[in-house]
């Protein structure tokens, strides 16, 4: 049996197609190992989001440069955000690099070994599909871990957001169709899957493209409907997008958890116009206010960049504003960085100084620690449902899970509690997570 060392840069999306990656070399004979050094085929799933990613890429590719040397059978490629950015760059600065693939050629990985093993020549493949029928390609079938799984439902970004890259190395929105993905559901919940998170780059806008399709608030509303299904939760989405059909689904859809990720970016309108994102501070809190009068209970996390070009400290203040103004129970936040191709990188200086980034980074992190810990306080008492992911990190008999609002409890129970929904008294609260006793399975 031949070997595969795969290794995955960045987000939940990237996760997900390195899943697809394993399982496609899977049917192909190859099983995982997590040492190159034993590796019959090294794949590097990449990321570009965020900063430093091609200098990640090509320094990993440095240290398998050796293993090459030694065992020239040894196939070696890059997949992902950045091979989809650098292309051809990628075989001339890694000239012993076997095989480049883009963001929407996962499912021709095989053919791509297979034709470099034999006429051992380089594979490049970097098409972006216009129709979606190609997201129904082997391999494409949905990831499960325990009783959760990832389905796409749409891939690509209409957006303009003008420091993202996104829309560059992962093309124009595509959504699937409504009855390929209400049947893959289907089939998850008759597997016992009981969570499925919905997985795009700005899910919320799904059908928008595709001519007769169901639109996201309707998709959500096919999907409360399969029986099996406890829990339906989505990301990543956007603010524009959050329509007033899909404010209402929080209210209606029984399923639907209670939380949403709704990145900001930034509490500054000034900021918010240079990053193209379509929407002013005030336009962003009225949709959360409605969202709240339709579902007080929701949990709220985001997305915050520090540092853009040109951002003043009264322009920084107002993110810290908005933050204890919406009070989020999480974030994500980030020093700027420029990434190639985008508009931010064209018309702006990158001129706020790295320690200033950083300093703004810590006041953020420090804030959203506290407003995080007071709001995991105050579920002190309560009874939490909780879905049980496994054993908790930290071991010692403590499993851990996630209530509907995605807060973390970790509690004293037995591995066969995994894949479970239990309830769980909350006793103890930090800022990234909760503690609590179990009360009963449901
Ligand atoms: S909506 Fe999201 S993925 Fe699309 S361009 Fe903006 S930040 Fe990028």
Redesign the pocket.
């Known amino acids: 049996m031949k070997r595969l060392y795969l290794q995955t840069y960045g987000c939940q999306m990237n996760q997900y197609d390195s899943d697809r990656i394993a399982r496609l070399m899977e049917q192909q004979g190859y099983a995982a190992t997590d040492s190159p050094e034993n590796a019959d085929l090294i794949i590097l799933n990449t990321c570009s989001v965020r900063d430093k990613a091609e200098q990640k890429v090509y320094s990993a590719l440095g240290r398998w440069r050796e293993l090459k040397e030694r065992n020239p059978a040894l196939l070696i490629g890059v997949g992902g955000c950045v091979a989809q950015q650098e292309g051809e760059t990628l075989f001339r600065r890694a000239p012993f690099l076997d095989l480049v693939f883009g963001t929407q050629n996962i499912h021709k990985l095989p053919a791509m070994v297979e034709d470099a093993s034999m006429a051992r020549e380089r594979q490049i493949e970097l098409a972006f599909h216009r129709e979606p029928s190609y997201m129904e390609d082997a391999g494409a079938e949905p990831i499960v871990h325990g009783a959760k799984a990832y389905v796409t439902i749409m891939q690509g ?1 209409n ?3 003008s420091f ?1 890259i ?2 560059y190395v992962r093309g124009r929105e595509l959504s699937r169709p409504s009855a390929a993905i209400i049947q893959e559901v289907e089939s998850l919940a008759a597997r016992g899957v009981k969570e499925v998170m919905l997985l795009g ?2 899910v919320n806008s799904y059908g928008k493209t595709a001519a007769g399709e169901l639109s996201f608030a309707e998709l959500l509303a096919r999907i409360d409907r399969v029986e099996g299904i406890e829990r339906v939760r989505f990301t ?1 989405s ?1 603010p524009e997008d959050l329509s007033p059909a899909l404010v209402a689904a929080y209210e209606k859809l029984e399923k639907l958890c209670e939380h949403l990720h709704l ?1 900001v970016q930034s509490g500054s309108d000034h900021v918010l116009k240079r990053m193209r994102r379509g929407y002013t501070r005030r336009e962003y809190l009225h949709r959360i206010e409605h969202l709240r009068e339709r579902r007080p209970d929701v949990a709220l996390s985001t997305d915050i960049i520090v540092g853009f070009p040109g951002e003043s400290e009264a322009e920084f203040a107002d993110t810290l504003e908005i933050l204890r103004e919406v009070e989020y129970d999480d974030i994500y936040a980030f020093g700027y960085s420029p990434r190639p191709h985008t508009a931010a990188s064209k018309l702006f200086n990158d001129d706020i100084a790295e320690e200033v980034k950083r300093a703004r980074l810590e006041k953020v992190l420090r804030l959203q620690a506290e407003i995080s810990r007071r709001k995991n306080f105050a579920r002190i008492g309560i009874v939490e449902e909780v879905l049980v992911d496994g054993i908790a990190k930290l071991g010692r008999g403590q499993m851990t899970g996630r209530t509907r609002a995605n807060r973390i409890v970790n509690f004293p129970g037995s591995a066969e509690l995994s894949g479970k929904l239990v309830n769980v008294r909350i006793s103890g609260a930090g800022a990234n997570s909760l503690t609590g006793e179990l009360i009963g399975a449901q």
Do not use: R
């Open positions: 970004c957006k303009v957001c993202c996104v829309p780059q700005n990543t956007h990145p």
